[in-house]
Structures are given as C-alpha cells and as structure tokens.
C-alpha cells in the first residue's frame, strides 16, 4: 500500500513540475519549490515520523489487588484496571492489557499489582519492562503437577506444595470418596502422592488438605483420563519359575496387555500362558520380549539371532540376571551392547518403602555393575546404584535388570511403587506403536483462555451440555479455547481425542492465583526500554501546511501568464 501511495505521489510530482517549467522568471522558481515542498508534506501527512520518547510507565490493577497496594501508588500515576477488578469506579477501565496500551502508546513499562495477568494479556506485556507486585498467596495448594492422562495400570503420581499448613496431610480420594493414598507434608509443605490409574474414563479424584490435628484445610478437584493407549503386547520366556514371575505376570494381566509366557518346569515339562512363538512373523507382533538367563541359554543359536533381529528392527528386549551369569550368556548379551561384570557390592539394595517417609525395604540384587559403552539407567536404588539399564539397539531397545525380588515391594504395601518399576520398564523398551495422546491444558478454568496446542486442521472441543465449538488453529497448530461451563470437555483432533476438565471460577482459588502470579513473575524484565519507544509525529501540522502550499500553487497558476 505504502509503494501504491508512493508511485502516486511521483507521477503527481512530475505532472506539477511539468507545469511549473511552463512558468516565467521566479514565479517559475516558486512553483518548482512549492511542488515538491507540497508532496513531500503529504507523504509526511499520509505515514507520521516517528520520534523516541522518553516513554512513561503505566500501572496495571489486576483482581486480587489490595487496599495497601493501591495506597501504595503515587497520585501521578495513570491507571488502568482491567475487568472484574473491584475499587474505585473512578479508575479507567480497559478490556484488556492490549486495549490499554493501543490507548497510551507512549508506555513503555508496566507495573502490575495484584493477582496478575491473566492468560489472554500475557502476550501483550511480553515487550515491556514489568514489574510485579503481587499480595501474599492464601493458605492452601500452591502447586501441583500431575499428568492429565495416564495408560490403565500404570502408576498416577502427584506432587505439589501447600502453604501455611505446618505438620499438615493430604489425602487423595477417588470418585466414590475413598482414600485412594495419603502423605504428609514436609518442612516446606511438598507432598507426593501416587496411585494406579484403572479403568478406561474420565475420572475426577479430590486432593483434600488436612491441618496438624485432621481437620480439611482445603478441598479440591484432581482431574485423571485413563486411557487404555496401543497395549503393548509382552511374551516371557523363563527357565523356571519363581514369585518375581508370578507377580510380573498379574501386572501385566491387570495393565491389560496380551500376554502370552513359557516357563521351563524340569524334566522337558514347560508351563504355557498362551503361546510363546520365536519365529521372525511372530516376534514382529511383538512389543517387549522378557527373557531370563537360564530360558536365554536354552535357545539356539538360530533363536538368539532371530530375537536379535527383531530387536533391530523395533521389538524390546528385557533380559533379567536371576543367578551368576554363564561364560556364553554374559558372550551373547554382550553381543547385544549389554556387558555386566562382577563387583564389589552389598547384595542389598535399599528401596524406599514410603513415599515422604523413612522406611526402607532391603531387596536382593546380584552383585553385577555395567560397563557397556552408551548405557543409560533404567532404575535406581536409594544409593543412586543402577539396577536395571538400557541401550538401543537398531530401531528397538534392549535391557537387563539383575534385581531379584521386586515383587516384595507389593508384599510391603508398596503396589503402586511396584507398578510404576515395571510400568516404566515397558514404556521405555516396548515398540513404539500409536499416535502421541492430544496436548490438553494442564490447568482450566470457566472464563478463562485455555491454550490447546499440537492440532490438526480440522478440531473441536464438545462442552458438558453437548455443544460443539469449531477450534481455529494458527500456523504453530495451536488454538485458545475459552470454557463456558465447568466439567469434562471433549477434545477432537484428527483421528485422536482426549477429554480435560474445566474447573469453576471459584474452584482452587490458591492454585489459580499461584499459577497467575508464577506466569506474570516468568514475563517480569528489569531493563527499560525508554530509549527504544517511539511515537508517532501528529499528522494535522503537516496536512495543514500542504494545505496552505497547494492553495499558493493555486493562486500562483492562477495570477501567472503561462509560455
């Protein structure tokens, strides 16, 4: 447009510079001034010149915002606050941050009281030097992190901080009010909880914050979609049997995934769980083999290379140490890039027995450390000692664990420890299968902008009460979404969903103003940028004055014989 506007102005400044030759002595002289001075004031009319300024700050009154805090301000100071900010209605209201600055070009640092900037008015101050000055949070939750997903039988882990509740609890309970798991806090009020996610739904658990002496501090919704996701498919090969497999076997069964397991019994005499085939067709329906040394030292040699095979083309491979290695064994695994050598450890290994608590449990390990280059933990004791790694392999991942007894973390009460080592062991060695779950907001909240992230083309979110709202994604496949009603929302995408919960506005009030104040805190600059603000020069002096010119090039052509 700029460009359109430009060549304009030159083809009108040629035509009046033609005319202005035709004229005689220094009237030709005047004209040919006057004909430039004019276009040049309405280009400068037409796009202002900018100017830098000094800049001025602006303050910005959010909800949450006290009586000290607005005493604070000086009487000077010009003021915006944005909605749902309840003071003096004397104060400017502005919609938003972006409505505020489009008023006051000339800002060129904000300072923000009160809770903070909501999501729809972070990306506006993401410029501008900011200050915060945020009140003192309530007692209650001020954070938590816990997955909005999670596959069936694996272990749903919650972690968090309470404020003001010295020598309090929390508990977490399940949809029909059970307590589903329960920890104290510590010193500095952080908890962790866990428990098994069952089942294939949206469910919505409570976290309740108990004080010193049990009595319910604060109670508040704690959103989990159980997916049941691509389950992997496990084989077991075993050279006997013990009571690690017995309960490996029930996990695997619980989680829901195809199992099939054979273990040598003596005497030639096997124990089938459906059929264990080794042939390449088969091995490449399969996700995660789980083999131990003795079943492994049973195989032949055209067995061991198909295995192999199958793990370089994408299968997971678990081998488990139950006994000192053989010669041939430890040859072959290190073949596979899993090299173990005998060392001087305890046969102990200290495994916590409670979440937030002292207690431990001494479970058995072989005395065997990896040396393979390129291995990466798989599981850790309390000391921090491996006892279970990793490596790729080709497109697949194989492992070993030489920690016997694992299964006496369930006997000790420890389920969901339990379930979360073997859930961990499949989702890291399993074939990778299925599409990535939807990206959901972690954190929502009726009337409030919520950032979906990870679409496609074509997406919906579908309410409580059945509406569907077409979501419009920009070039980063991201969408904002702002909730009507609290409850389970239904995500769309493509050929994937997901479902997240919206919590009401007055649900979580710690947590949300936590939340608020942590993201306003991320955008806060101490640098100004005074020198880089830049005002544009007002258009009616220069419209004026080209006035004045094209009305004395008028008279000019006027009073003037022409050649």
Known sequence: ???????ALLAG?????????????????AALGLQVASVLLLYVALFPLLRATSGAMLVV??????AAQLASIPASAQLVALPDVAINPTVERTPDLATALRRYPQTHELRVIGAGLPPRDRDAARAMALQFDAPELPRGVIERVAPDHVVAGNAWPIHGRVREVPGGSVELRDPSGAVAASAPLDEHGAFDVRTIAKGNQAQLFRLRVLDATGN????LPLPLYVRTGNAARVSILAGGVDAELKYL?????????????RMALGGGMDLNDGAVNLGAEALAATDLLIVDDRAWLALGSVEKKTVTQAVRNGMGLLLRATSALPRSVTTDWRGLGIELQEADIATATNMTTSVGQSGTLALLRLPLRSVSANILPLHRDDGAESTAVWRALGRGRVGVTWLLDSYRLELAGERT??????????????????AAPLDTPASSWVGERSVICGLEAAAQVTSPDGA????????DQCAAYWPREAGWHRLRSGDRDAAFYVMDASEAPTLRAAERANATRALIRTETTAANVQTALPRWPFLLAWLLLTVMLWWLERQSPVA
């Not at 062991?425 to 074939?431: E, G, W």
């Not at 569907?468 to 070039?475: G, I, Q, T, Y």
């Open 61 to 66: 009154v959010t909800p949450g915002t006290t």
């Open 13 to 29: 400044l040629l035509f009046g510079l033609h005319g202005a030759l035709r004229q005689h002595g220094w009237r030709r002289g």
């Open 417 to 434: 420890r339990y379930a979360q080592w073997w859930a961990e062991s499949v989702a890291t060695l399993a074939r990778a299968r299925g």
């Open 216 to 219: 319910p501090v604060e109670d």
């Open 468 to 475: 569907m709202h077409e979501l419009l994604s920009d070039a």
């Open 249 to 261: 076997r029930r996990w695997v069964l619980d989680a829901g995934m195809p199992l099939a397991a």
């Open 1 to 7: 447009m700029k460009a359109l506007v430009l060549i």
